[in-house]
């Protein structure tokens, strides 16, 4: 069975900088995109980035955080990365890393399958 736990979510200041990380056991990490998705109070969850496969350049982000966030992955230790700047009052939400069910990123909800439990971000202005 597949498990995702994330890590690295506090409260931190507007402007300031946080980075999540995601540890996934089970099942074959190196031939699935990544990605992460936040839910802030009484909102729908939404996309925030993703990466296929295997890394290598091919990312995906949700306009909101282009610019500012940075997903990566380290296959050799099965994790996803979340790198964000310059945080925003905004960004305060619970985050959460899911794994897809093909190896190309995407935006969409419906192609990931398995998802973590979550990491509260809170952004202070």
């Known amino acids: 069975q597949v498990q995702l736990v994330e890590s690295g979510g506090g409260l931190v200041q507007a402007g300031g900088s946080l980075r999540l990380s995601c540890a996934a056991s089970g099942g074959t990490f190196s031939s699935y995109a990544m990605g992460w998705f936040r839910q802030a109070p009484g909102k729908e969850r939404e996309f925030v980035a993703a990466?296929?496969?295997?890394?290598?350049?091919?990312?995906e982000y949700a306009d909101s955080v282009k610019g500012r966030f940075t997903i990566s992955r380290d296959n050799a230790k099965n994790s996803v990365y979340l790198q964000m700047n310059s945080l925003k009052p905004e960004d305060t939400a619970v985050y959460y890393c899911?794994?897809?069910?093909?190896?190309?990123?995407?935006?969409?909800?419906?192609?990931?399958?398995?998802w973590g439990q979550g990491t509260q971000v809170t952004v202070s202005s």
């Open positions: 990466i296929s496969y295997s890394g290598g350049g091919t990312t």
């Open positions: 899911a794994r897809s069910q093909y190896a190309l990123p995407s935006g969409s909800y419906s192609a990931y399958r398995y």
